[in-house]
C-alpha cells in the first residue's frame, strides 16, 4: 500500500468504438479493435492512497484539477471502486503527465486512464488481473480499457448488464507483426468541437445509418483479425481505411452533423489513395479518430517514402511513426509525487522525449 507510478500508451483503433449501450459504466454497442502504441505517446501517472490526505486530489500536467468538475469526476470513478475492492478509506493523490507532443493533438484518455488503473489499484495493495484493470480503465473512458494491454487488443463488447463481461483481451502480442508501423500525420492541434462521449451519444440517438454501421461491426471484426493473424497487410489495409470511412460516414449523418476530418484529413485520404495505386497495392492504410489527424498503418521498408510524401502534402505540419508497444509498465523510480504526498515539480521535455523531475 502507497505509492505507485505506471506509465501506459495509447492506442489507436481499426475497428472503431462509437457508440454505448450503457452511458454510466461505459458499454460498447459493439466491439473494437487496436493497436497500443509505443512509449512516444505514453502517460505516466503516480497515485499515493495516505490516511494523512484529507481530500482526493487530481493533478494533470503540472496543473491541479477541480475534482467538483462533472467531467473530472465521471473519468475517476474507479477510484472509488479500487477504495471498495481494498477495503480502504484514505484519500488518494493522483498526479498524472501526458508526454505527447504538444502539436499532436492527441485525446490522450486511454493512456492516462489506462496508467490510472494500473497505479492506483497497486497504490490501494491490490494485485488485479488484466481484465479487472480493463473493466476499472474503462469505467473513465471506453478506449482506455484496451490500453492495459500491449500488440493487438479486442475489446469484448459483452452482453451482461454489469459490464463484468466488457473488457480488453490480446490478440496477439506487439512481437506478432514487428514490422507494422503508425506513420502519424499532423495538421491541426486544435481541441476538437464535439468529444467523442457527446459526439457518440449524438450520434446513436440520430444517425439513420448507424443500425447498418452495427450490423456490418461484427464481420469487420471477424475478418479484421483474420488478416492481422495472416499479417496480410493488403486486406488489413482495406478493411482499416472502409472502417475509418464507416465511422466517419456516420459521424456526418449524426444530428446536427459532427465533422472530425478537414481539408488537410481530405488531402491525405486521396494522397494515400495515389499511393497506393503506384505501388500496385495497399501498402498503406489511413484511420483517423474523433480528429483531423490521420494514422497511417504501414510496414518498416515503407516508413522513409510515406512519411516524405505525408510531410509533403499542404497542411501537415509534423510527423512521428510508432511502433506496436508492450503495454503497461510499473516504475520503481521517478515518481511524480514522493510518498509523504508532495508533488514533485516535473515536466515533459519534448526535445529529449524525457520527463524531468525536479
Ligand atoms: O473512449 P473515448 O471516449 O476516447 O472514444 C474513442 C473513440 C475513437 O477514438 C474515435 C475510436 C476508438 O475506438 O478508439
Known sequence: ???????????????????????????????????????????????????????DEFWLNGKKMDMADKDTAERLQQIEIIRQKAGIK?????????????????????????????????????????????????????SACRSVLGGFVEWKKGIKPDGSDSYAEQIAPAS??????????????????????????????????????????????????AAVAAKDFAKFGELTMRESSNMHAVMLDTWPPIMYLNDVSKRIIYAVHDYNAAAGGIVAAYTFDAGPNAHVY??????????????????????????????????????????????????FDEASGKIIIE
Not at 457508440?19 to 459504466?25: F, H, Q, T
Open 1 to 55: 500500500m502507497g505509492l505507485a507510478t505506471f506509465e501506459a500508451t495509447a492506442n489507436i483503433a481499426v475497428a472503431k468504438y462509437w457508440g454505448k449501450r450503457d452511458e454510466k459504466l461505459i458499454l460498447p454497442k459493439e466491439g473494437s479493435l487496436s493497436f497500443t502504441m509505443d512509449d512516444q505517446l505514453k502517460t505516466r501517472t503516480s497515485v499515493l492512497f495516505s490516511p494523512a490526505l484529507k481530500e
Open 298 to 347: 504501414t510496414t518498416e521498408e515503407r516508413v522513409p517514402a510515406l512519411r516524405k510524401m505525408l510531410s509533403e502534402i499542404e497542411g501537415v505540419e509534423k510527423t512521428m511513426v510508432c511502433k506496436v508497444g508492450e503495454g503497461p509498465k510499473q516504475l520503481k523510480e521517478g515518481h511524480l509525487l514522493s510518498p509523504d504526498g508532495t508533488v514533485l515539480k516535473h515536466r
Open 176 to 225: 506478432r507483426w514487428p514490422e507494422l508501423r503508425n506513420v502519424i500525420a499532423i495538421g491541426d492541434s486544435g481541441k476538437k468541437k464535439v468529444s467523442s462521449r457527446a459526439g457518440m451519444k449524438q450520434t446513436v440517438a440520430t444517425s439513420a445509418l448507424y443500425p447498418a454501421r452495427l450490423a456490418y461491426m461484427p464481420k469487420l471484426i471477424t475478418d479484421m483479425k
Open 90 to 142: 484514505d484519500k488518494a493523490k493522483i498526479v498524472s503527465l501526458n508526454c505527447f507532443p504538444t502539436a499532436a493533438g492527441f485525446a490522450s484518455s486511454a493512456a492516462g486512464l489506462a496508467a490510472l488503473a494500473c497505479a492506483a489499484s497497486k497504490a490501494a495493495g491490490l494485485d488485479l488481473s488484466t481484465e479487472e484493470l480493463s473493466i476499472l480503465a474503462r469505467l473513465g473512458s471506453g
